[in-house]
C-alpha cells in the first residue's frame, strides 16, 4: 500500500511541468544573487558550485525513485525522466559557467584544466555520457530502441558515481556534504545489486500471505 494517496490521472501531465519549472528555480535564483553581488565569496566559484550541487541533487532523486516504489510503493515513475532531464540541464550550466564565467572561452586552458585537473576530467566524462541519456529520454528513443534503451540508462548509476567523485574531488577537505551524497550514491547503487532478490522474497511472502487468507477463509 502507497504511504500517500495516488495523485489524479488528469494531474500527472501538469505535475511533469510543474516541476520542471520548480527544478529550475534554484538556477534562477543563484543567477539573481550572482548578479546582484550577493554571492559569498568568489561569486563565479560559488555559482558554478551551486550549479553542480543542484545536478547532483538531481541525479540522486533521479535513482530515488524506484527504490521508493519498490520498499514503499510510491508510484512516481512518471517523474524520473523529468528529474533526469534536470540533472543534464545542471551539469550543463554547470560546465557553461565554468567555460563562460570562469575561463572566459580560453579554449587551450579549458583542455588543459580537463587533462590536468582529475576532478574536471571525471566531471567532464559525466558530462558526456549524459548527452545520449538526455538525447534518448523520450517514448520515441524508447519505443526504437528497445532493450538497449534500458542497458544504455544504466550510465545513469556511472554517472551518479562519477558525480559524487567529483563533488569530493573538488574540495581540499572531504567535508560531511560530499560524504553525505557519497554515502546516499552508495546506497542507491547497492540498492541494485539486492534489488532482484528483495522483490522475489516480497513477491513469495505476498503470495504465501494470500495463501494463508485463502486458506482461513475456506476453512471458515
Sequence with gaps: MALV????????????????????????????LGATGRLPGNAVKEFEHLLGLWALRFLVATLTITPLRDLFGLNWLRYRRALGLLAFYYVLMHFTAY??????????A???????????????VAL????????????????????????????????????????AMAVKVVGPEQMLYIVLVTLLLAW????????????????GARSHTATQKAAG
Excluded: C, E
Design 110 to 124: 579549458i583542455v588543459a584544466d580537463i587533462a590536468r585537473r582529475p576532478f574536471i576530467t571525471i566531471g567532464m
Design 5 to 32: 494517496p495516488a495523485l489524479p490521472k488528469r494531474f500527472h501531465g501538469p505535475s511533469v511541468w510543474a516541476l520542471y519549472a520548480l527544478g529550475l528555480i534554484p538556477a534562477a535564483w543563484a543567477f539573481y
Design 192 to 207: 541494485r545489486a539486492v534489488r532482484t532478490p528483495f522483490l522475489r522474497w516480497k513477491r513469495q511472502r505476498t503470495a
Design 99 to 108: 567555460m563562460v564565467l570562469d575561463q572566459m572561452l580560453r579554449i587551450p
Design 128 to 167: 558526456v555520457m549524459l548527452i545520449p541519456l538526455a538525447l534518448t529520454s523520450n517514448n520515441w528513443s524508447i519505443r526504437k530502441l528497445g532493450q538497449r534503451w534500458n542497458k544504455l540508462h544504466r550510465l545513469a548509476y556511472v554517472i551518479a558515481a562519477a558525480g559524487a567523485l567529483h563533488f
